[in-house]
């Protein structure tokens, strides 16, 4: 009978086909991250820093590179299409979001690399991160691996595999492909938030909170994606979106009960979102922001609040734009009470803080709103317009957390405003540098943030919601009040006799500060280019 059964012909399982070429960013990035673990077991320990350095760098600019190749041969737009068995789009969103992510994290890398801030320990060099992360903090181990000159390399492989997840992100093409690349680059996260050199209980509270409020948020996520299942029988962005616009032709007999059911498709609809609006910061999914970004270290709060947010809305626009666009008048009024109190509660709160980085992260809450204005636009000069506020914030941001590492006392980091009182007195440049990105912050004109505002209210206005506009206006003015208010204790308050330093930085933490500086000025000085170059790349792959 087995004889028989087997001499039987039966279906092949088919072999899938990937388009390596076109998934060649993610792949360079991925396969760079796998060889840096293995630099972490093979290279001896004092050659580690360098090769992990080099290698960071090579593997980021590459990936840019492919990205750049893709764009130019068509991708993002007449080749534009989706490969890897429908799992990853290829289309202009997804190019210039994994290129913004890439420039990003290459700058970001920088500030990981720095190692002249602080003192030399024991005759080493040390940077932002613990000696040995694995060490409880202030035992007898720890301060032997201080004494011994370790360094926590393995922040370079952890962030390349971050990266990776976040180049997926926004060109995922269906649910679990979605889901995969979230965690992907979510926990490598929530470890670099536990790696401090300095105040490290509270690096690894950060660390706990972020863990324990992601782990629920990508519950939510998971929980969503099996209701929407069940209501379309796929998880493809295809498949669901036929069947919300009813011009699906097949059922499948198994799922025939609940396929078309609507409150399958809202209940999972909104627990993915709420998913995806954690990793943006929205309110009132923001709870964990200000105390991450004040726990992490320095360099990594810069980079997970660029390309997060980067990877994340691009993320939101494909779920909305692709798969929803069906469901609009269901979610738009959402997305709108969203907006509305993401940006008064960023800018309100933000008013109320005495820290220069939990202040930043407020400020960030308040950008995702503005943001949400342009996603709500639902059309092409909405797309153009996130994309184009995405890349100007990306490098703003860094550029001020890169600042912020500089300005520095016995205990490290002097973060509490009062101590940047003088400080355009004691340091004019670095005041001045910080300065430009406040305004920027502020969407004053000539910087990137007014023309990345501008881009998004009047794509908010063109598409009816006049009403978020003169919202995000009162909020952006009560956001500048504490913009200027930093400027002011900075340039016209008297310095204090202990006030702190100003740490001269290596070549590699200036580069990433002139960068965030030259792309500020450019995108505001000169936009025009770049919002074309968004609007050639707000067509999404259907």
């Not at 399982?13 to 070429?21: C, F, Q, R, S, V």
């Not at 007449?78 to 789009?89: N, P, Q, S, T």
């Not at 602080?118 to 202030?138: I, L």
Request: glycine share 8%; with cysteine.
């Amino acid at each position: 009978m087995w004889s028989l059964a087997a001499a039987d012909p039966i279906d092949k399982i088919p072999a899938p086909h990937i388009e390596y070429a076109q998934l060649a960013p993610t792949l360079i990035v991925v396969g760079a991250a796998i060889v840096g673990i293995l630099v972490e077991a093979f290279v001896p320990r004092r050659s580690r820093y360098y090769v992990q350095v080099f290698l960071a760098f090579a593997a980021l600019a590459s990936a840019f590179a492919a990205v750049v190749a893709l764009a130019g041969a068509g991708y993002g737009s007449g080749k534009a299409h989706v490969a890897a068995m429908g799992a990853i789009a290829v289309d202009g969103p997804a190019l210039f979001l994994q290129g913004t992510i890439l420039l990003a994290s290459v700058v970001a890398v920088f500030t990981f690399a720095e190692r002249r801030l602080d003192p030399k320990a024991h005759g080493n060099r040390v940077d932002s991160f613990a000696a040995q992360a694995a060490s409880v903090p202030g035992s007898d181990s720890e301060k032997a691996a201080v004494r011994a000159g370790f360094t926590t390399t393995e922040v370079f492989p952890l962030a390349l595999f971050a990266v990776a997840g976040m180049l997926i992100f926004p060109a995922a093409n269906d649910l679990l492909t979605l889901f995969v690349a979230l965690e992907v680059f979510s926990l490598p996260l929530y470890l670099l938030c536990a790696v401090a050199r300095r105040q490290r209980l509270m690096s690894q509270e950060a660390a706990v909170k972020y863990f324990l409020l992601g782990a629920f948020s990508s519950a939510f996520l998971l929980f969503g994606i099996a209701l929407v299942y069940g209501y379309a029988g796929s998880v493809s962005y295809a498949a669901i979106a036929d069947v919300v616009d009813g011009t699906v032709t097949q059922i499948d007999p198994a799922l025939a009960a609940t396929m078309g059911n609507d409150a399958l498709l809202l209940i999972g609809g909104a627990l993915i979102l709420t998913g995806l609006l954690f990793k943006v910061g929205a309110v009132p999914f923001h709870m964990w922001t200000p105390d991450v970004y004040q726990g992490a270290p320095t360099p990594v709060t810069g980079f997970m609040a660029a390309a997060t947010k980067v990877a994340a809305f691009g993320a939101l626009l494909r779920l909305l734009y692709v798969v929803l666009p069906g469901l609009r008048w269901d979610w738009r009024p959402v997305m709108w009470g969203v907006a509305i109190v993401t940006m008064l509660a960023g800018a309100v709160i933000a008013v109320t803080q005495t820290d220069v980085k939990r202040l930043l992260a407020y400020s960030s809450i308040a950008h995702a709103g503005f943001i949400l204005a342009g996603v709500i636009a639902t059309s092409e000069k909405g797309v153009s317009s996130v994309l184009f506020y995405l890349a100007a914030y990306s490098f703003v941001t860094i550029g001020a957390f890169a600042v912020v590492t500089l300005v520095r006392d016995a205990g490290g980091e002097a973060t509490h405003l009062s101590k940047w009182a003088g400080l355009g007195r004691r340091s004019p440049l670095t005041a001045a540098v910080f300065a430009v990105f406040l305004l920027a912050f502020a969407g004053i004109p000539l910087t990137s943030g007014f023309s990345g505002k501008f881009a998004v209210f009047s794509a908010a206005a063109e598409g009816g919601a006049g009403v978020l506009v003169v919202v995000g206006v009162i909020s952006s003015a009560i956001a500048a009040f504490f913009y200027i208010r930093v400027i002011v204790l900075m340039f016209f308050s008297e310095p204090k006799a202990d006030g702190p330093t100003v740490a001269v930085p290596s070549p590699l933490t200036m580069t990433t500060i002139a960068v965030g500086v030259a792309v500020t000025v450019a995108l505001g000085v000169f936009p025009q280019y770049f919002l074309d170059l968004a609007g050639q790349a707000s067509v999404f792959v259907r």
